[in-house]
């Protein structure tokens, strides 16, 4: 299972509150990423990381922040929160060779933004 | 626009039947497809990839097709158990070194019943 955890499991939170959450993986990986998931959409990626101190920006990045002071750890934070950020957030890293890389995904934060 | 679209989007079938799921994508330049499969309350978990040459592959149960000049893609189920009840998600890579090189499709949910 590629040791990806993710906290908290599940997180209810009110409008305009920040919150992080925290991927943290035990492989090493280079890459890593963070993804929403909703009803009707496939998989979106938010922001990603090729290294310490390395991010850049998925398609639905508004709203989030990143940050990478460690290989192991990946946090996702909502500023200030708003109701269309509920969703289930995933954490992936990529393992193989680079072109036919698997991503693996952490098992998932539900967050409900009141 | 690169996008990947996945056709039912929700299927039921009794335990040992047969079922096929499709892949349509836009998704340009093209470099491999996967699919995944996604148990409810976890992450997506790597079924198989295709490159750009490969017609079919199969793991267990499990075949997949692609035809790389149409843009489409099957994931063919055998002998269903109530095991395979998940969505089922395709995925294709674009061939360039960026992070953000996945489209997710929307998922198709199975249900296997008794």
């Known amino acids: 299972d590629a040791g990806i955890t993710q906290s908290p499991r599940h997180k209810v939170t009110e409008t305009g509150t920040p919150v992080t959450l925290r991927c943290h993986q035990t492989?090493?990986?280079?890459?890593m990423y963070w993804y929403r998931q909703d009803p009707g959409h496939g998989l979106r990626l938010i922001h990603y990381?090729?290294?310490?101190?390395?991010?850049d920006k998925g398609e639905v990045s508004d709203g989030y922040s990143v940050s990478r002071s460690k290989t192991e750890d990946f946090l996702l934070t909502l500023e200030s929160a708003t109701s269309s950020q509920t969703s289930v957030y995933f954490c992936?890293?990529?393992?193989?060779?680079?072109?036919?890389?698997?991503?693996?995904f952490g098992p998932g934060t539900r967050l409900t933004v009141l | 626009k690169n996008q990947v679209e996945q056709s039912p989007q929700s299927l039921i079938i009794l335990e040992g039947k047969n079922c096929t799921l499709q892949?349509?994508?836009?998704?340009?330049?093209?470099?491999?497809l996967r699919w995944y499969k996604q148990d409810t309350g976890r992450g997506p978990v790597s079924l198989t990839i295709m490159t750009f040459s490969e017609n079919t592959k199969s793991n267990g149960r499990y075949t997949a097709t692609l035809d790389a000049d149409t843009k489409q893609s099957s994931l063919h189920i055998t002998a269903s158990q109530l095991s395979d009840s998940a969505s089922y998600i395709c995925?294709?890579?674009?061939?360039?070194?960026?992070?953000?090189?996945?489209?997710f499709g929307g998922g198709t949910r199975l249900m296997v019943k008794p």
């Open positions: 990381s090729y290294g310490v101190k390395d991010t």
């Open positions: 992936a890293i990529s393992r193989g060779l680079a072109g036919v890389d698997t991503q693996y």
């Open positions: 892949c349509n994508y836009t998704v340009s330049p093209f470099s491999n």
């Open positions: 995925v294709v890579r674009r061939n360039n070194n960026a992070g953000n090189m996945l489209t």
């Open positions: 492989e090493n990986h280079r890459y």
